[in-house]
């Protein structure tokens, strides 16, 4: 099969976000997130966000070390909270110092910011004031927050990503501080939360265009690509509303500023329509995203799972874990024996890249750009000093060659930038679980002199930019 070239003017990075990377947690003002709050819970069992990677402390050196690979962009995300502590009060101008100067040292270094408002990470101020998105109080406080964010840094970055993966985010409590025990009220109060930041990300939409010349924005969505585990019709029609529920419906949301049929009625159905204001449909109407980011993992498998009179129709059932929830009278998760896993237990499935990459640009017709995409495994320094990642190499191969064949398909895919820089702080795993081109010398519990050490990896997709991606 011909190999299609990238573009000439092909965007190639690699992510970060804040909470994961910074460290710095409680210095020159930050407050309190919602990830803070979550990784301190962990603290006894593996590394937090108190430290991270320290890039508060390393971010000249790292910066470097991005020029020195080729990046031409740098995904990464802002922290509400060290530019607004208590996520609507008074702005703390360290904050904003701080990113100034990220900002400014970048574009000196010849790479294109793209930023991220929000990623996991709310002001844990909101949560006490208001219980997070619960209350429409927080999508204003949002849609505040952004337009400070673009008044102080629009002049110098022009692509933004609204919501990191608001679809993953909405289906796992912790991150949205749900602390419900019954399934029913759980679900209610997920899908009021989720309509909330669905009016919060239309409002940075508009202030975006509004507030940033030549500004384009987008949300960051976790990609779902769901095989039916036989050729069944209802396990066919399972793999569908596995994906249309978990994904679809959100860039839907996003698209046409309204709920797709089969979304509403499951909404009915469990009796938990969010409470919506007139008000609100001009401005889900109004707001026009750019492109499309999409973060892609993995594949699903699933076969149909009946509603029953002890288990209605929508509601969840939980065997692995919130993510990948069995839902009754839609689907059940099932593994997938075609395909190989990481250690973690993610299935390995380039073409489910080529796949989704080539349903959403079919169905939106809008620019498509990966912000993150990767492999998660315990690193090694061998005897020789160097982290010799030949698997990571294999991984994002095989993924660049599903892009290229997605170009091909006539996909309009503008860039790509895998998970992550360099390694950093994994929500469940610490830093036993790596995913970057540098290693960051620290374990859990041991900082060390947090060296950075460039990995095999980070050579060859240093050739990977040079060539664009013609040698990979």
């Keep these: 099969m011909k190999t299609a070239k990238f573009p000439k003017n092909f965007l190639w990075g690699a992510s970060s976000s804040a909470f994961q990377i910074e460290g710095g947690w409680d210095e020159d003002g930050k407050g309190m997130t919602v990830a803070d709050f979550n990784s301190f819970k962990r603290s006894e069992k593996q590394a937090d966000s108190k430290v991270a990677s320290d890039f508060y402390h390393h971010w000249k050196e790292d910066i470097a070390l991005m020029k020195e690979m080729g990046m031409n962009i740098y995904r990464f995300s802002l922290s509400w909270a060290r530019i607004i502590p208590d996520g609507d009060g008074e702005v703390n101008q360290k904050g904003i110092d701080f990113y100034n100067n990220v900002l400014n040292c970048l574009l000196e270094n010849g790479i294109q910011p793209f930023v991220t408002l929000y990623h996991f990470d709310l002001p844990y101020a909101l949560v006490e004031k208001y219980n997070g998105w619960e209350c429409r109080d927080c999508a204003f406080a949002f849609e505040r927050y952004s337009k400070i964010c673009f008044e102080a840094f629009g002049d110098r970055v022009k692509y933004w990503q609204a919501i990191n993966e608001q679809n993953l985010m909405i289906r796992v409590n912790e991150r949205m501080n749900i602390d419900e025990t019954d399934l029913w009220k759980a679900d209610k109060i997920r899908a009021q939360m989720d309509y909330h930041m669905f009016l919060g990300h ?183 000093g160097k982290i010799h990642d030949d698997y990571r190499i294999d991984y994002i191969r095989s993924h660049l060659q599903a892009c290229s064949d997605a170009i091909g398909d006539g996909v309009e895919l503008m860039g790509y930038s895998p998970w992550s820089v360099m390694d950093l702080l994994s929500s469940h795993q610490g830093f036993k679980k790596r995913y970057g081109f540098i290693y960051i010398d620290r374990q859990d519990h041991d900082l060390k002199e947090l060296k950075r050490i460039k990995k095999d990896s980070y050579y060859w997709y240093q050739n990977v930019i040079k060539t664009n991606g013609d040698e990979i």
């Design 202 to 384: 239309a409002m940075a939409v508009n202030a975006c265009h509004e507030l940033v010349k030549d500004g384009k924005i987008a949300p960051a969505v976790s990609s779902t690509c769901t095989y039916p585990l036989t050729n069944k019709p209802a396990d066919v029609w399972s793999a569908k509303m596995n994906d249309w529920m978990k994904t679809n419906y959100c860039l839907d949301m996003h698209m046409y500023g309204e709920y797709p049929g089969y979304y509403m009625r499951y909404l009915e159905e469990r009796n938990i329509v969010p409470v919506m204001m007139p008000e609100d449909k001009a401005i889900l109407k109004s707001a026009k995203i750019d492109y499309i980011a999409l973060n892609y993992y993995r594949t699903l498998c699933s076969s149909y799972l009946p509603a029953t009179k002890e288990h209605p129709a929508g509601e969840r059932a939980y065997r692995g874990n919130e993510v990948d929830f069995d839902q009754y009278g839609y689907c059940r998760d099932e593994k997938n024996t075609n395909l190989e896993a990481s250690e973690y237990g993610a299935q390995i499935d380039p073409m489910g890249l080529r796949i989704v990459l080539n349903e959403y640009y079919q169905r939106y017709h809008l620019p498509l750009i990966i912000t993150e995409n990767g492999l998660g495994t315990a690193d090694v320094v061998a005897e020789d």
